[in-house]
């Protein structure tokens, strides 16, 4: 299995331009969610998803877009760039179970926006 | 809504010694306690969970607690070694109930001077 899978895994983006972080897990989980990580912030949700079709807001969803058409694949769209939203971006899934549920990363998403 | 804080934010200890990460929750409902470890430049990745019905869990050199009447719980690094320096992330879940989300502390930066 390659687990969580990230492209592209460095991005410049001009203000205002519009862009896609594509993510792609082969473990069959339900759940998947996209965090940003900035300095001093620990990791912040952006939006999750619970299944194929369900989505839903996390910590700090302004300026970003999701959907969940497949189980597999759960992309994040930034609509119009700023520079608040360089960051690196994870995106990270988990199998669902009643108690918990373990996130496995990617390997992130170096984005800067200029 | 959800918050959890993580303290302190930087750690400084001599190879050897323990290490103590200190984390609090906001919602009662929170039942799944996972912390992560993140090396430079890389994914956080799973060291050890703790579920709401168990006090207290080991593994080798890493241990973790809860007090779920305070809302605090732990992380205990003893023996520390140099390949233990890295950022720690503390989370905390709610399961079904919450829809699987994972909101994290926003980490503890440990350091373990040979």
């Known amino acids: 299995n390659a687990g969580v899978t990230q492209t592209p895994k460095f991005q410049v983006l001009k203000t205002g331009q519009s862009m896609t972080l594509q993510c792609a897990q082969d473990m069959n989980h339900e759940y998947m969610s996209w965090y940003r990580q900035d300095p001093g912030m620990g990791l912040r949700l952006i939006h999750y998803?619970?299944?194929?079709?369900?989505?839903d807001q996390g910590e700090v969803p302004n300026g970003y877009n999701v959907s969940r058409s497949t189980t597999e694949d759960f992309p994040l769209r930034l609509l119009s760039a700023a520079p608040s939203q360089t960051s690196v971006y994870f995106c990270?899934?988990?199998?669902?179970?009643?108690?918990?549920?373990?996130?496995?990363f990617g390997e992130g998403s170096w984005l800067t926006v200029v | 809504g959800e918050n959890v804080e993580q303290h302190p934010s930087t750690l400084s200890v001599q190879e050897g010694d323990s290490a103590v990460i200190k984390c609090t929750y906001s919602?009662?409902?929170?039942?799944?306690f996972p912390w992560y470890k993140q090396e430079l430049g890389k994914r956080p990745q799973l060291i050890i969970d703790i579920r709401s019905n168990v006090g207290e869990k080991k593994d080798q050199r890493i241990a973790v607690t809860l007090n779920k009447t305070a809302k605090h719980f732990s992380l205990h690094i003893t023996e520390t070694q140099p390949e233990d320096s890295a950022v720690y992330f503390c989370?905390?879940?709610?399961?079904?109930?919450?829809?699987?989300?994972?909101?994290f502390g926003a980490g503890t930066r440990l350091f373990v001077k040979a």
């Open positions: 998803s619970v299944g194929a079709g369900i989505t």
């Open positions: 919602d009662s409902a929170s039942n799944y």
């Open positions: 990270a899934s988990s199998y669902r179970w009643s108690s918990g549920n373990t996130i496995y």
């Open positions: 989370a905390a879940s709610k399961g079904a109930t919450g829809g699987f989300k994972t909101i």
